[in-house]
């Protein structure tokens, strides 16, 4: 049974940080890209970083130099650091685990980050 799930969402006033987990299971881990996207709401879900199986990453601009994407393949474990968090960071995030080779990708149940002051 494939399972991602997230942790690690919460409140922060503007300019803090929080590091999201996204356990996986179920799946060859170290195969899969794994990606952070995240809807606010009225939005469209949108690519927040990537990191291939290799460990190439990949950013939405609007996130660069904040955000660091990681993955730690011995647990399965992929991570979102966040820092300076601003009010337009707030949102569902959601782990997804991706592999194209076999035509499969997997979603979790997402994690709210919610940043104001």
């Known amino acids: 049974q494939v399972q991602l799930v997230e942790s690690g969402g919460g409140s922060v006033q503007p300019g803090g940080s929080l590091r999201l987990s996204c356990a996986a299971s179920?799946?060859?881990?170290?195969?899969?890209?794994m990606s952070w996207y995240r809807q606010a709401p009225g939005e469209e879900r949108e690519l927040v970083a990537r990191?291939?199986?290799?460990?190439?990453?990949n950013y939405a601009e609007s996130v660069k130099g904040r955000f660091t994407i990681s993955r730690d393949n011995a647990k399965n474990t992929v991570y979102l650091q966040m820092n300076s968090l601003k009010p337009e960071d707030t949102a569902l995030y959601y782990c997804?685990?991706?592999?194209?080779?076999?035509?499969?990708?997997?979603w979790g149940q997402g994690t709210q980050v919610t940043v104001s002051s």
């Open positions: 990191i291939t199986s290799a460990g190439s990453t």
């Open positions: 179920g799946f060859t881990f170290s195969s899969y890209a």
């Open positions: 997804n685990g991706r592999n194209a080779y076999f035509g499969r990708s997997y």
